[in-house]
């Protein structure tokens, strides 16, 4: 699977944003995918998964409430919507895809296919 995030940009405080990430290569369908990030200066840390189905999704807790994750397989997308923006917040957003077909959920350890990552800025 090759991926690529898009809808990255500058927000202020407090506004949402909905990064996409458009699959190509292998059947999108039947892939769980997910949505991590890494700030400046910090290690990568997950944001959020969904099930090849898109019936399971799971979060950071940090970030549950605030960030939903989607999937719209007719378009081969994963989606990440993102409201109520924190500065902390700002990070270069990646997709990946799990190494494993037909996963019902997303399984982070197993993040492989990752795609070019989008840039998210929160700032006044």
């Known amino acids: 699977v090759q991926l690529q995030a898009s809808g990255g940009g500058l927000v202020q405080p407090g506004g949402s944003l909905r990064l996409s990430c458009a699959a190509s290569?292998?059947?999108?369908?039947?892939?769980?995918l997910g949505w991590f990030r890494q700030g400046p200066g910090k290690e990568r840390e997950f944001v959020a998964g969904?099930?090849?189905?898109?019936?399971?999704?799971i979060y950071s807790e940090s970030l549950k409430g605030r960030f939903t994750i989607s999937k719209d397989d007719t378009k081969d997308t994963v989606f990440l919507q993102m409201n109520s923006l924190k500065p902390e917040d700002a990070a270069v957003y990646y997709c990946?895809?799990?190494?494993?077909?037909?996963?019902?959920?997303?399984?982070?350890?197993?993040?492989?296919?990752w795609g070019k990552g989008t840039l998210v800025t929160v700032s006044s």
């Open positions: 290569g292998r059947p999108f369908s039947s892939y769980a």
């Open positions: 990946a895809a799990d190494s494993a077909r037909w996963a019902t959920t997303f399984n982070r350890d197993r993040a492989a296919y």
């Open positions: 969904i099930g090849w189905s898109g019936d399971i999704t």
